[in-house]
């Protein structure tokens, strides 16, 4: 028996059909014998959609209440999660961020975590439950509404993975895993079956999608095994551990691509002092 922390994206919670696929997969990980902890975002596009009307309503809008709104899309997926495993005879419940509570810093809308309560959640899962726990959100010293900065489920999932002491992360997304270039300009990109933390940090910061940032360094810090799989095949994923000390280990895992950069080259600039600070 593991404890495993299960984690899906927009994509795959995007729609009560996709919410049964994610389902019969946590399903599949309790028959297992496993306990688990599910950690969901807002179906694709709904934080958006929560972001707009806080900007109709006051482009100035009070980053407390501000909180309150973008949050609301993790716990309408986490309760129709809940609802779905109950239907396939799975017992399970949502814990909402203010309810464990998830303790973080008062830096609304990128809020930092801060200390994970578990004592309720863990009774609950050793007793059968799976527990469903929407990602992005948290909550102040003073109880108010927080969200971690966009992105921000993965490291709910990472820091709920931390918290429980799980066997593992199971980030499942869009794509089937980490590869050595974007595959949808380089054909043959291959799929990594392992990479360490920091080469998934730099990979993550400089524009691979794939993971939040931040999910990375928190899975560093904790050590907290990451498997990054697709919720729309059984492939296996890639995991990230740990420094490993293969003799042969590759001396580049990957290569990532910006398009928000670009380079000017300017010829014939005069060699006096001034000329460059003028052009600038
Ligand atoms: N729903 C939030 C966002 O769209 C958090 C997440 O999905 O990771 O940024
Ligand atoms: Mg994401």
């Not at 992360?169 to 380089?186: A, E, K, L, S």
């Amino acid at each position: 028996m593991a404890r495993i922390v299960m984690k899906f994206g927009g994509t795959s919670m995007a729609g009560t059909e996709r919410i049964r696929n994610v389902a019969s997969r946590v399903k599949r990980e309790v028959d297992a014998g496993n306990e688990v902890a599910v950690v969901v975002s807002a179906m694709s596009g709904e934080t958006d959609r929560l972001v707009g009307y806080c900007r109709e309503a006051s482009p100035l809008a009070d980053p407390a209440e501000y909180d309150v709104v973008v949050a609301a899309g993790e716990q309408i997926t986490s309760g129709l999660l809940a609802i779905t495993l109950q239907s396939l005879g799975v017992k399970a419940r949502s814990w909402l961020g203010w309810q464990l509570p998830i303790r973080t810093s008062s830096a609304h809308s990128v809020a930092r975590i801060e200390d994970i309560e578990t004592a309720a959640i863990l009774a609950s899962m050793a007793a059968g439950e799976v527990a469903v726990v929407p990602g992005f959100q948290g909550l102040t010293a003073d109880d108010r509404v927080t969200t971690l900065g966009r992105g921000g489920s993965d490291t709910s999932a990472v820091a709920m993975a931390a918290a429980l002491k799980a066997d593992r992360c199971d980030i499942y997304t869009d794509v089937d895993g980490v590869y050595t270039t974007d595959p949808r300009i380089v054909p043959r990109a291959r799929k990594l079956h392992r990479i360490n933390y920091e080469e998934m940090l730099e990979l993550a910061s400089v524009g691979a999608k794939v993971l939040q940032t931040r999910s990375v360094e928190l899975a560093m810090k904790e050590k907290v095994v990451v498997q990054v799989l697709s919720s729309f095949s059984d492939a296996p994923g890639t995991l990230v551990v740990d420094e490993d000390d293969e003799m042969e280990q590759e001396l580049i895992a990957g290569i990532v691509a910006d398009k928000g950069e670009a380079k000017v080259t300017l010829v014939g600039v005069p060699d006096k002092p001034g000329a460059v600070a003028g052009i600038f």
